[in-house]
């Protein structure tokens, strides 16, 4: 698979979105770079821009951005509120998929080497490409900003690892690196007060502030959140002051986390948290971890589904306080994803029917039994939400909880296989469709057949694996459940069984074309016991549920 490499490249013009425009068309221009996300502040005269590639591509189009932006930004006039020494101030690479942290680090280095060369801007490497430790901090690589270069690219200790070791004037420096995952992440404040708002900065990010000790000696006092960094200033574009904080490993401390420890802060301090503005992209998981975090406080079922999960999260963090907020376009994973890969999923009921119904031999029996799974499960854990919120139950909200938790993956993986075994009888289709005119095009064509057989045969295995997984659920929900929808999970055993069942006759159909006969006997005994298993287990959900119905 091709590595995705993430480029964040900071370039100082938020006010100017002509220049920002000619600065985002230049990335657009390199074949293989994906644009994902521009982000101007007025207020900080800064923009953010986020793309992907694979390790040649994000070179590339990051070397005609600063080219680009060295022509335009003129430094020796630029004022905004973020620290800053450079036209493009920074341009970090961060691994995403496939790629390490070593490809991003030679990528930093490539860059490097063509823009101090043939652009003649100072670069200083940081974080993991850092040539020395006393430049890995990016703080301490940008201390005394643009106007303390001339003086202090002079010293021995600050000779840039590429480029002349003079001032630019124009364009100022640039610090070129390889990170992990940065969250750039702004809590608001109800102050105009840049003071107030270092205040609880100091509270929160790891370095803390200083403080005399009882000898009078002056000492650092550490904030409450490991590996986050923050200051406070004041946007006049919002009208408001802001923790500006930038959460280097959000493994450490989440964004849920971050916020909070601003809510404490301010409240302790006289002010109120208003809500909160992302810098960019944030992974998908940030997101569900804050909602599931805020749901839990709520002492709410967190078993919900993904968009239901990000939604709790932006209100509970007031990430649309500022501006809209929209999760397909901030969410990295979601920047990422192939819109056209699940086109039954995204189909509606009514057009997902009429395509089943058509002369198309697919979607068949099989994305069927899938998507009955799906609604099975779906409906055992309504049975665990509605529990979970029913008055009186207080007490068992958490139990379950989990249970609707575990109903949410496995009918998210359901979902997945309605249009994966389309694809997997497209697949038999197209190898059954190749030329046969030589002996090397039928040994290739008859390879290709059996390839896409075999896989024609595990995904309806994994059907049937997950909705026999379901009943644990289901059936846990129609003898503990709300007694009033334990025929919800009487259909939900149904839809199960009908799943478990379809997916057999699908691996059976399939195995008649495959030809290692020892794989097709240990796979025909072990659906046979899948569905044995499936069989009792309606019989007892549907005991269950016919007992309390009365």
């Known amino acids: 698979m091709k590595k995705i490499i993430e480029c964040v490249p900071n370039f100082s013009e938020g006010r100017d979105m002509h220049i920002i425009k000619q600065i985002t068309d230049v990335i657009e221009s390199v074949d293989g770079a994906r644009l994902l996300n521009v982000d101007p502040g007025k207020g900080t005269n800064r923009t953010v821009v986020t793309f992907v590639g694979d390790e040649h591509a994000v070179v590339e189009a990051a070397y005609r951005a600063i080219a680009?932006?060295?022509?335009?930004?003129?430094?020796s006039k630029h004022k905004g509120e973020h620290p800053r020494f450079g036209a493009t101030d920074v341009c970090?690479?961060?691994?995403?998929?496939?790629?390490?942290?070593?490809?991003?680090?030679?990528?930093?280095?490539?860059?490097?080497?063509?823009?101090?060369?043939?652009?003649?801007?100072?670069?200083?490497?940081?974080?993991?490409a850092a040539s020395a430790p006393h430049r890995k901090n990016l703080a301490s690589v940008r201390?005394?900003?643009?106007?303390?270069?001339?003086?202090?690219?002079?010293?021995?200790?600050?000779?840039?690892?590429?480029?002349?070791?003079?001032?630019?004037?124009?364009?100022?420096?640039?610090?070129?690196?390889?990170?992990?995952?940065?969250?750039?992440?702004?809590?608001?404040?109800?102050?105009?007060?840049?003071?107030?708002?270092?205040?609880?900065?100091?509270?929160?990010?790891?370095?803390?502030?200083?403080?005399?000790?009882?000898?009078?000696?002056?000492?650092?006092?550490?904030?409450?959140?490991?590996?986050?960094?923050?200051?406070?200033?004041?946007?006049?574009?919002?009208?408001?002051?802001?923790?500006?904080?930038?959460?280097?490993?959000?493994?450490?401390?989440?964004?849920?986390?971050?916020?909070?420890?601003?809510?404490?802060?301010?409240?302790?301090?006289?002010?109120?948290?208003?809500?909160?503005?992302?810098?960019?992209?944030?992974?998908?998981?940030?997101?569900?971890?804050?909602?599931?975090?805020?749901?839990?406080?709520?002492?709410r079922s967190t078993g919900v589904s993904e968009d239901e999960l990000i939604k709790i999260a932006i209100k509970s963090m007031g990430l649309d306080e500022l501006s809209h907020f929209d999760p397909n376009k901030r969410i990295i994973e979601y920047m990422l994803q192939d819109n056209n890969s699940a086109p039954l999923v995204n189909m509606s009921l009514k057009k997902f029917a009429d395509e089943t119904a058509s002369e198309s031999p697919a979607p068949g029996g099989g994305s069927i039994a899938a998507y009955l799974g799906a609604l099975g499960i779906s409906l055992g854990?309504?049975?665990?939400?509605?529990?979970?919120?029913?008055?009186?139950?207080?007490?068992?909200?958490?139990?379950?909880?989990?249970?609707?938790?575990?109903?949410?993956?496995?009918?998210?993986?359901?979902?997945?296989l309605v249009d994966e075994d389309t694809r997997a009888f497209n697949r038999i289709m197209d190898a059954f469709g190749l030329p046969k005119s030589t002996d090397a095009e039928k040994a290739a064509r008859k390879q290709a057949i059996q390839e896409a057989t075999l896989q024609a045969i595990e995904v309806p295995l994994k059907v049937m694996n997950l909705a026999l997984s379901s009943f644990e659920v289901i059936k846990a929900m129609a003898e503990t459940g709300n007694p009033n929808s334990v025929s919800d999970a009487g259909?939900?055993?149904?839809?199960?069984?009908?799943?478990?069942?379809?997916?057999?006759?699908?691996v059976k159909i399939n195995a008649v074309g495959y030809d290692d006969k020892?794989?097709?006997?240990?796979?025909?005994?072990?659906?046979?016991d899948v569905l044995a298993e499936a069989l009792k287990l309606e019989a007892q959900v549907l005991d269950i549920v016919n007992n309390k119905i009365g």
């Open 68 to 75: 680009k932006a060295a022509e335009l930004i003129d430094m």
């Open 92 to 128: 970090p690479f961060i691994p995403i998929a496939n790629a390490t942290m070593e490809d991003c680090i030679e990528c930093a280095k490539r860059l490097g080497e063509l823009v101090g060369n043939s652009l003649h801007i100072p670069v200083y490497l940081y974080e993991y």
């Open 143 to 299: 201390a005394g900003e643009y106007e303390g270069i001339a003086q202090k690219i002079k010293l021995p200790e600050w000779k840039p690892d590429f480029g002349p070791a003079l001032f630019n004037e124009k364009n100022g420096n640039v610090a070129i690196g390889a990170r992990d995952f940065l969250v750039a992440y702004n809590a608001n404040l109800n102050t105009t007060s840049t003071r107030r708002a270092n205040s609880v900065a100091y509270d929160v990010r790891e370095a803390g502030r200083k403080v005399k000790n009882e000898k009078g000696e002056e000492v650092n006092q550490p904030g409450v959140c490991k590996a986050v960094k923050g200051i406070g200033w004041y946007i006049p574009e919002y009208g408001v002051a802001q923790v500006s904080m930038n959460l280097t490993n959000i493994n450490i401390t989440p964004v849920h986390v971050a916020f909070d420890a601003c809510v404490t802060s301010a409240y302790n301090r006289g002010m109120r948290v208003t809500g909160s503005e992302l810098v960019g992209l944030i992974p998908l998981k940030a997101m569900l971890d804050a909602g599931k975090y805020f749901l839990t406080k709520q002492q």
């Open 381 to 416: 854990t309504m049975v665990a939400n509605l529990s979970s919120h029913k008055k009186g139950w207080d007490d068992r909200w958490k139990e379950f909880s989990d249970w609707a938790e575990k109903g949410q993956r496995i009918k998210d993986q359901l979902i997945a």
């Open 491 to 506: 259909v939900g055993a149904l839809c199960a069984r009908s799943a478990v069942y379809g997916a057999y006759l699908n």
């Open 518 to 528: 020892a794989y097709v006997e240990h796979t025909l005994k072990q659906i046979n």
